[in-house]
């Protein structure tokens, strides 16, 4: 691949791979950091990628820097101070929202492999095909993660719930 076609990929990929990238790491910076990271890697070996597999590249190149810069920035968390003694009182839609307060944050606490496959599944609501386009796992391997990853978030919600608010779930 000819050097001065990299000028014209950035600029012709750069919107997607951003987009692709913020759904993982969620702050704009990040973001860029980590296409950054990317095209800076694609550049040194950008002429040893046939050019038809440039676009799977790219984006499997996107999504392991992204899980690389989860798995850096992790830090532990706790639950915010939510308020249960009257959760009995309050409409389902407050509810709702302290549930999802909760599994955000538990979310956090889970292996980020497990975390964005659960993020594409259940939030994104991808298809098992459009998951393992993007990630380049079987079908098989994310079933048996998502199963896991279920377990292990349930369990994690159960011992913050415990520790953290003093209920019992």
Do not use: W
Request: with cysteine.
């Amino acid at each position: 691949m000819n050097r001065d076609k990299f000028e014209a990929i950035v600029k012709e990929f750069t919107p997607k791979l951003f987009n692709y990238i913020m759904k993982f790491v969620k702050q704009r910076e990040d973001a860029e950091d980590v296409l950054q990271s990317v095209f800076i890697a694609f550049y040194n070996k950008m002429d040893g990628i046939d050019p038809a597999k440039l676009s799977p590249y790219l984006y499997r190149a996107c999504h392991n820097n992204a899980l690389d810069y989860l798995k850096k920035s992790k830090r532990e968390i706790s639950f915010p101070n939510l308020d249960f003694s009257n959760i009995a009182d309050l409409a389902s839609e407050e509810k709702e929202d302290i549930y999802k307060e909760i599994i955000k944050y538990a979310m956090a606490e889970l292996p980020t492999k497990m975390s964005l496959l659960i993020e594409m599944k259940i939030y994104q609501k991808k298809s098992y095909k459009e998951i393992t386009e993007e990630t380049g796992y079987s079908i098989k391997a994310i079933e048996s993660q998502l199963v896991r990853a279920k377990k292990k978030l349930r369990k994690i919600i159960e011992q913050k719930a415990k520790t953290d608010l003093g209920i019992m779930l």
